[in-house]
């Protein structure tokens, strides 16, 4: 008769631990990073003037965050085609004079999952010692993920890029 007990109180631990364990799995599950690179569509991209960079440096954070409460995608590597452009209201041109070029041209970053309440971001990096070159009013960029799709973001305004080089970061959790 001991035996039964035995066995009873055994399953009955089974099915506890079984039952403590389900749902810390779905969690873990749903929190999983997203195979789906992000899309234009998934994403509201804005930048903003970094008030902690570096001594020597001037940033600008470019921040990416989910568009709706049904976003999860990812993020992987640099913004690539990054160009600067003004508009009508400076006067027309470019910022084609301004070299781009990747922080980490040769790191493996990790991919970045985006959704709501999970944003990401990267930044554009310059001397600070540069004198001003040139005050774009949108930055043109194709995300940092598979495809890459173009989007072209406003630049916030009265700030100057300095110098004829710029670096951009890989994107990473904001």
Not at 67 to 93: I, M, R, W, Y
Not at 137 to 157: F, R
Request: proline letters at 9%; charged letters at 15%.
């Amino acid at each position: 008769m001991n035996i039964k007990h035995r066995s009873a109180a055994g399953l009955g631990v089974t099915a506890l631990l079984a039952a403590a364990v389900l749902p810390l799995a779905a969690g873990t599950a749903s929190a999983n990073p997203s195979d789906q690179p992000c899309d234009v569509a998934d994403l509201v991209v804005s930048v903003t003037k970094d008030p902690y960079s570096s001594a020597g440096q001037e940033a600008f954070v470019l921040h990416y965050e989910a568009a709706g409460p049904d976003t999860n995608c990812k993020l992987q590597g640099v913004p690539t085609g990054v160009t600067f452009t003004k508009g009508s209201g400076h006067g027309e041109g470019d910022g084609s004079g301004i070299t781009v070029v990747p922080d980490n041209p040769n790191g493996d970053p990790a991919p970045v999952n985006v959704r709501p309440g999970k944003a990401a971001e990267s930044r554009i990096l310059m001397s600070s010692q540069e004198p001003e070159s040139f005050l774009p009013d949108v930055v043109t960029l194709n995300l940092p993920a598979e495809g890459g799709h173009t989007t072209t973001v406003g630049w916030p305004d009265g700030q100057s890029l300095r110098g004829s080089q710029v670096e951009v970061t890989d994107v990473s959790p904001a």
